[in-house]
């Protein structure tokens, strides 16, 4: 153990030894462990190394090309829960953590996914139901349109410029897809807030991550969508809440 807490620090991995004991004890073999440490080692995610990642409490199957959920994210999650809603839509699914831990809050809960990458769609029908491969809502089958308590989207919002910026394991190892937002971060959420109201309830809520930075464009966005916009922060992350006005 001591060897591999020692390659894992030289690696630069802050928490050598936690990852250490996640490797070991997903290893089967001394050879499968030597592998496992060589690919972290080499910059890998540890959880594309281990094939999962926590997240709310839950152990999300990831397979490697795919964004790994982020921790902050829990607290989309749970303004969504807040809401207590029937029918959801995990838009930008990723690996289907925001949807998988919801339908874990929420018994009963009828949930759809959708994602533009075939990567993550595979994964994320290892985690939920009802995942479709296609651009935003396109392919979406009719049942949900206007019966949508809760839209969650994890839209990239990343600007262009500032991918270059980022750590080396979403740099290289995640799909740019899930991290490039366009010139200012906001062009899916554009997109997202514009086709959003077709497929809400009456009511219903539009819940986005975004920075502490882009809120205000991003309100004024949901507001020229018809949506009211409201803004929820825990000091790390930050959410929009935007409801679809009744008329």
């Known amino acids: 153990m001591s060897t591999i807490i020692s390659t ?13 004991r996640l490797l070991t004890e997903a290893a089967a073999s001394e050879a499968e462990l030597n592998t496992l440490v060589d690919r972290r080692a080499a910059g890998e995610p540890l959880e ?11 152990r999300i199957a990831i397979d490697p090309g795919v964004f790994v959920p982020r921790r902050r994210t829990e607290f989309l999650v749970a303004q969504a829960v807040m809401l207590a809603p029937r ?9 289907g953590a925001v949807g998988a831990a919801l339908q874990d809050a929420i018994p009963g809960l009828e949930l759809y996914a959708a994602d533009i990458d075939p ?10 139901e009802r995942v479709y491969l296609g651009d935003l809502f396109d392919p979406l089958p009719p049942e949900p349109r206007g019966r949508l308590d809760v839209v969650v989207a994890n ?20 799909p740019r897809v899930a991290l490039d937002g366009g010139a200012d971060g906001l062009d899916i959420y554009r997109r997202v807030a514009a086709a959003a109201p077709e ?9 986005v991550e ?20 409201d803004l929820a922060s825990d000091g790390e992350t930050t959410v929009l809440v935007a409801t679809l006005r009744v008329s």
Do not use: M
Request: proline share 7%; with cysteine; glycine share 8%.
């Open 199 to 207: 497929w809400l309830a009456p009511g219903g809520h539009l819940l």
């Open 87 to 95: 029918v959801v839509l995990d838009l930008c699914c990723g690996s």
């Open 48 to 58: 594309h190394v281990l094939g999962w990642a926590e997240f709310c409490g839950l």
């Open 8 to 20: 894992l620090r030289a690696a630069g991995c802050v928490f050598a030894e936690d990852e250490a």
């Open 155 to 174: 839209t990239p919002y990343v600007p262009t410029k500032e991918i270059r910026l980022l750590p080396p394991e979403a740099r290289l190892h995640e």
């Open 210 to 229: 975004t920075s502490e930075r882009q809120a205000t464009t991003a309100t004024a966005i949901a507001a020229a969508a018809g949506l009211t916009p």
């Open 119 to 128: 990567v993550a769609v595979r994964c994320a029908r290892r985690n939920v």
